[in-house]
């Protein structure tokens, strides 16, 4: 991989968690209800379909996880204080994860121009600011706010202009292969897929990392 002048990042499930899906650890948190995966599924997408573009674009971090973790109960047909605490639960694995990437990124923002890329909800700015990692960042954006979500390459490219780099001087971190990976592939930009226990990503020279913390290896 050639050496790039900018690094850009997923946020949910990359910067805050270390591979894992939000869609997946809701159902970890949820899971003594013992609720069918599909049914799960349809539940967290109407959940999350219900945020985009319909909540303040400074709506807080904690504030986000708590509607979603509402919105999924009600869903679910499960009880005010099952979202309660699974919003707790979710906002405590979070903030741990971001603390530690919030440092991640301090040190790579002085070698590397850094840029947020996500399928957010219209309010990614204010979570950048409220989780301190805006700072670090040359741009965060948000797909409600430029109109195109991953795969779309024009989400990437939006991030790239703004750094002022190309796809062939950036790499991509993210942990879905359909939006993270496939997106940046599209654009021919090198992407490094966030996966523990893969082993191989969706092209032969790309790498695979367990956490983001290994970005410091590669990126000294």
């Given at each position: 991989m050639t050496a790039p002048d900018a690094l850009l990042f997923d946020f949910g499930g990359t910067l805050d968690a270390d591979g894992v899906a939000w869609k997946n650890r809701f159902r970890q948190i949820f899971e003594s209800w013992r609720i069918?995966?599909?049914?799960?599924?349809?539940?967290?997408?109407?959940?999350?379909?219900?945020?985009?573009?319909?909540?303040?674009?400074?709506l807080s971090f904690r504030d986000t996880v708590q509607r979603l973790a509402q919105n999924l109960a009600a869903e679910l047909g499960l009880p005010t204080v099952a979202a309660e605490r699974g919003a707790e639960v979710f906002l405590d694995e979070s903030l741990s994860k971001i603390l530690a990437s919030r440092e991640l990124l301090k040190r790579l923002a002085s070698r590397y121009r850094l840029g947020v890329v996500s399928n957010f909800y219209g309010n990614l700015e204010a979570v950048c600011v409220d989780t301190g990692i805006r700072p670090h960042l040359g741009v965060a954006i948000d797909s409600v706010a430029v109109g195109f979500e991953k795969p779309d390459p024009r989400i990437f490219q939006a991030a790239l202009d703004a750094l002022e780099t190309s796809a062939d001087r950036a790499v991509f971190i993210g942990d879905s292969l359909p939006r993270d990976m496939e997106g940046a592939r599209r654009l021919g930009m090198p992407?490094?897929?966030?996966?523990?226990?893969a082993q191989a990503a969706c092209c032969p020279a790309d790498p695979v990392i367990a956490n983001v913390a290994q970005l410091l290896e590669m990126f000294p």
């Open positions: 069918p995966s599909d049914a799960f599924d349809r539940a967290f997408h109407a959940a999350d379909d219900a945020l985009v573009g319909r909540i303040p674009a400074d992407h490094i897929w966030l996966a523990p226990g």
